[in-house]
């Protein structure tokens, strides 16, 4: 039976996806993304989450049939899986218990990020397809996991009761972003594979971005129109992308664009709100600060 030899288990939108990208490049880690149609019907497990500890339903099929995601893994692999519900507590309170009881060796990765903005970028991720009809005032107002999951040390404290510290190795999304190599390095050393295999070279690893989507998502709606048109579509992949990406820009400005912006893009987080929120994770960020050693400070800005 394989069962993974690291976890990422969070933060969501904190460099998770990128991370994990960027490891399954090593030779040393199974690769699942290769594998990802093996895995069952369509939409069924996700390569990157498959949620198997944090949800009951997903957590009923066994654990044999978890240890199948990584059956195809050779013997001088490493494996690993990067589920972010695995940090979202009391939302899935079950997680920690359930990872210890399994896999009580597992080496568990947490990655963070300035809390505020985390919790609205997952607000960003969690609301794009209903067209933001709830602020993100209104949000955090009806639902808590976008901010429990922004305090991390509520999470780190549910793992605590079951594993030493050496289990863990906690990263800030600034580490993957301002000094990806020497961070990538970090993380080889700490699951036990070859540190010196360049994972930045060749394709660049492309992070999983909630601005980035909603920019996609606006300009596709945007020129949803003008695609119905007969032979557009095959003059479009004549053009240069400068000359497609002007059009888009002209067509932004007018009175049609400013109501596709309004009807698919977010309202901003008030200034007011983001006060309240950096007042609310004060005392969480210096506990953690003073946890993992790290200087916090432009987390209260």
Wanted: proline share 6%; glycine share 4%; with cysteine.
């Amino acid at each position: 039976m394989r069962l993974p030899d690291f976890l990422i288990i969070g933060a969501a939108k904190s460099g998770t996806t990128t991370l994990f990208r960027y490891l399954c490049k090593h030779p040393q880690v199974y690769n699942p993304i290769k594998d990802a149609d093996s895995f069952g019907k369509k939409g069924e497990v996700f390569y990157k989450e498959p949620n198997f500890f944090s949800r009951d339903d997903i957590y009923a099929k066994g654990i044999d049939w978890y240890a199948s995601l990584f059956n195809r893994a050779s013997p001088q692999q490493v494996c690993g899986e990067a589920t972010t519900d695995y940090t979202k507590y009391p939302q899935f309170p079950e997680s920690a218990a359930r990872i210890a009881q399994h896999l009580p060796h597992v080496k568990m990765i947490y990655i963070m990020r300035h809390p505020v903005e985390r919790a609205y970028s997952y607000y960003l991720q969690l609301n794009v397809k209903s067209k933001f009809k709830e602020t993100f005032e209104e949000h955090i107002q009806n639902k808590n996991v976008s901010l429990d999951g922004s305090d991390y040390m509520l999470q780190i404290e549910q793992y605590l009761k079951f594993f030493p510290r050496e289990s863990f190795l906690f990263l800030l999304m600034d580490d993957l972003s301002q000094h990806p190599k020497e961070t990538l390095k970090k993380v080889c050393n700490f699951i036990g594979i070859d540190d010196e295999i360049d994972l930045l070279k060749e394709n660049e690893v492309k992070s999983n971005q909630a601005r980035k989507r909603l920019e996609y998502t606006y300009r596709s709606r945007l020129t949803a129109p003008l695609r119905k048109f007969p032979g557009v579509n095959s003059v479009r992949t004549l053009l240069p992308q400068s000359w497609r990406d002007q059009a888009y820009r002209l067509l932004k400005r007018t009175p049609y664009g400013e109501w596709v912006k309004k009807e698919y893009l977010p309202q901003p987080m008030r200034p007011e709100t983001r006060q309240m929120l950096l007042e609310r994770f004060h005392e969480s960020n210096q506990r953690l600060a003073e946890f993992i050693n790290r200087d916090l400070s432009h987390w209260s800005k």
